[in-house]
């Protein structure tokens, strides 16, 4: 019945311990987060990665250095309200935790950025195919052999996720994901995945491997995973994300951030 | 003739002194930028009092501390490819200057946000009316009683611009801009002047009054203008932007900004 919940009622029961798990379905309707935060010595820098590569890093908000409570989540606690985080010390990851309030302080700053579970809802609502969801399965992901624009200290190779569908399919999903410009918007490639140096659909980097059915293409969408290897790409003192899946709930509505 | 310049060649036009006037019109076709430089310790709260008012200051691109290359316009120097600059110090305007080889420093952060030009052109292509262009006016823009989303140091009211239209040239003006998100995008309000708290359309803040015909009603766009009401709300020891009209041309055409 999680579906159902509210954000601020979900947010609630992630608060109090009582959901630490994935909230692919949650709160259905509303914009989910990557989170990503960083000191305040580098945000500039990271600040300037997020807008060179839209795509990959599309800004939702952007705290200031030490506040918690986000503007498209009035009454959040950013340190307690995301189900499962991970801490990164000298760029290496170190443990997973439910809260970071022993973490967090005044000179850390918060990042949070589009996540495909918005465009996901409009592809399944235009009938089309997400076999990760039909599967039960996350999506599949792929480190790529493209360069995401660096700035000052960062930099990532671009990560994709992957649906497989028919050609007239990812033409919809593309005319689709095109208004959800901040939650990726529409694919970067389809077809061809040794032209992203993929070699093998079947082995993702992240996530799990889906079925490719004879009669369809790999699409691919930029992936905000990209965010956390630019924030890890250094050995910053302290960089704190969600976990994979455990994504940070919103009051914005999916259709707020179309552009049509 | 100077409609038919390359980017490059008009900014070797205005590097050499040759123009120093406005650019309404030149390098036809080309993105035009609005030019904020800001001290390098207030540039993460002015890059996120873009992010948070995407409408009024549509981020092109922003540079490192010290750098004057733009990837926009590879080869142009920003200290000298704007044909006019002015100079604030304190938060007060201090001078108008034809290149600012003596102000900029290492520790200077230099923003270019989009600009009306580029939709404007789109708007002629589709044969809708651009009446500060028929009269060979400065398009008429106004502070309006709404206040942008305050970012650290910076606050602003909104700016907008205003082009008279039919109702019918209105709607499509709203579709055409759209594409454009990274110059203003689609209008922020239409009709009814007074819900901005503008009094008089006939006496704007900046640019010039343009003739509304008796079948025609206010059209009014996010305006660049404000990210300089923003740079200039505090008294920074040093601001530079563009003079009114006198823009930064990049290399990147007015078409691949849209979205669409």
Avoid at 181 to 196: F, K, N, R, W, Y
Wanted: a negative charge; one cysteine or more; aromatic letters at 8%.
């Amino acid at each position: 019945m999680k579906e159902q919940l509210s954000p601020s009622e979900l947010r609630e029961e992630i608060r109090s311990g009582k959901w630490t798990s994935p909230t692919t379905g949650l709160a259905r309707g509303y914009v989910q987060a990557n989170l990503v935060i960083v000191p305040r010595d580098v945000a500039f820098d990271f600040l300037l990665f997020c807008v060179r590569n839209p795509k990959p890093c599309p800004i939702l908000d952007v705290l200031e250095a030490g506040k918690v409570e986000p503007r498209i989540a009035p009454g959040a606690d950013i340190r307690r309200d995301v189900p499962m985080y991970r801490i990164f010390e000298g760029g290496e990851f170190n443990s997973e935790v439910e809260d970071v309030v022993d973490y967090f302080h005044d000179g850390m700053v918060t990042f949070l950025l589009g996540c495909s579970f918005s465009f996901e809802n409009a592809l399944l609502a235009a009938g089309l195919p997400v076999r990760n969801i039909e599967e039960g399965k996350n999506v599949s992901m792929y480190v790529t052999n493209r360069d995401c624009v660096p700035a000052g200290l960062f930099s990532a190779p671009l990560v994709v996720s992957m649906r497989p569908m028919k050609p007239e399919e990812a033409i919809r999903a593309a005319q689709i994901t095109t208004r959800f410009h901040l939650t990726h918007g529409a694919p970067v490639h389809l077809g061809s995945p040794e032209e992203l140096g993929i070699e093998d659909l079947g082995m993702p980097d992240f996530g799990d491997p889906v079925t490719i059915k004879e009669d369809e293409i790999p699409v691919f969408w930029a992936c905000g995973v990209t965010s956390t290897l630019a924030a890890t790409s250094r050995p910053l003192p302290l960089v704190i994300t969600h976990a994979p899946g455990h994504m940070f709930v919103t009051d914005l509505k999916d259709e707020a951030l179309t552009l049509l």
